[in-house]
């Protein structure tokens, strides 16, 4: 590492410099000395020699796979008209393409900034979630632009509704008092919301159905009702039997999904969802819903009001 590293950041790694090996020279003179003393005097030689071999062979074959992984025209500078690259160090080469190319634009700066709002793949493991954020952070601060806890979680909680999965968990996160909406306390409640999610896609997989989760407290979805057929002719509706009636919630749009039922993201239908169960099948609809999920995802589940007989 420390023939390509600069010597500050080797010494906090290493805790100690590194020390450039050198050729020991010829042989020195033993002449006069013992046996063990010549064979100390050699040994120690040996050593130097070896390790300057060593330093040599390294510093040769990580300037070849420079050279092989760079075009040639961003090396140029470097190259002697005889003797080429033969006595440029791997060091001076990424000195040379760190200085020359390795600034980071404002626009790079907008562009890794965005990518904490790109939709996650729920599938993955979570922790891949918070190393893809971990390292987005990293370059943003080595830019000199570091993105605080707070927008963190803004643009993070983008990608997330992105997901069409994560409605729930996302409603009780503004539920919470905004001096507990730490990134600590993000981090662990979309943990929780995660590892409840995995639990249902077991359940499910062990052939538990999916049920509503609305109350009599609470009225169900507005919906507007499928028209009859041919009533709409010559729309673009009627052109697509298999399309999404519009789906309205206080306001908001709603859609369903075969494998997640009626989720509160009018982009996630059963055609467009990217997180399908088995047997999954993108023409359902919520009024022609082909066997697929029942389950409500969107306002509160309220509690169930008791019976007389109960």
């Known amino acids: 590492m420390g023939t390509i590293m600069p010597a500050p950041a080797y010494a906090v790694i290493s805790g100690a410099a590194f020390d450039i090996p050198v050729h020991p020279g010829p042989l020195p003179n033993v002449a006069g000395l013992t046996g ?18 060593t330093f040599v ?10 050279l092989s992984a760079v075009d040639h025209v961003y090396l140029t500078a470097l190259k002697h008209p005889t003797i080429g690259y033969a006595n440029v160090s791997p060091r001076q080469f990424l000195d040379h393409l760190t200085t ?4 980071v634009t404002s626009t ?22 918070w190393e893809r954020i ?9 830019g000199g632009d570091p993105i605080s806890d707070t927008a963190t979680i803004e643009l993070t909680l983008q990608g997330l509704a992105k997901c069409g999965v994560f409605d729930r968990a996302i409603q009780t996160w503004f539920d919470k008092p905004l001096a507990e909406r730490t990134w600590v306390a993000f981090q ?3 943990e929780r919301a995660y590892e409840n999610r995995e639990r249902e896609k077991t359940a499910k997989a062990s052939g538990f159905a999916c049920v509503p989760t609305h109350s009599a407290n609470q009225p169900p979805p507005v919906v507007t009702p499928p028209t009859a057929p041919g009533a709409n002719a010559g729309t673009n509706e009627d052109a697509k039997p298999n399309a999404q009636r ?3 919630y206080n306001d908001t749009p709603l859609s369903y999904c075969w494998t997640h039922g009626l989720v509160r993201n009018a982009s996630h239908t059963s055609a467009t969802c990217t997180n399908r169960a088995d047997g999954h099948d993108e023409t359902a609809t919520l009024f022609n819903r082909k ?20």
């Open 108 to 129: 790079d700066m907008e562009a890794n900034r965005a990518k904490l709002a790109t939709q996650w793949n729920p599938d993955e493991p979570v922790e891949n979630l």
């Open 134 to 142: 971990t390292e987005i952070r990293n370059v943003a601060t080595a």
């Open 188 to 190: 662990d409640h979309f």
């Open 100 to 103: 020359k190319y390795g600034g």
């Open 246 to 248: 519009r789906l309205v």
């Open 57 to 66: 062979s390294m510093q040769s074959d990580l300037r070849r796979q420079i």
């Open 36 to 53: 063990p003393q010549i064979t100390a005097v050699t040994r120690q030689y040996d050593t130097n020699l070896d390790e300057f071999t």
């Open 291 to 310: 066997g697929g999920c029942n389950e409500i995802r969107c306002g509160r589940s309220g509690k169930r009001p008791h019976s007389p007989n109960e």
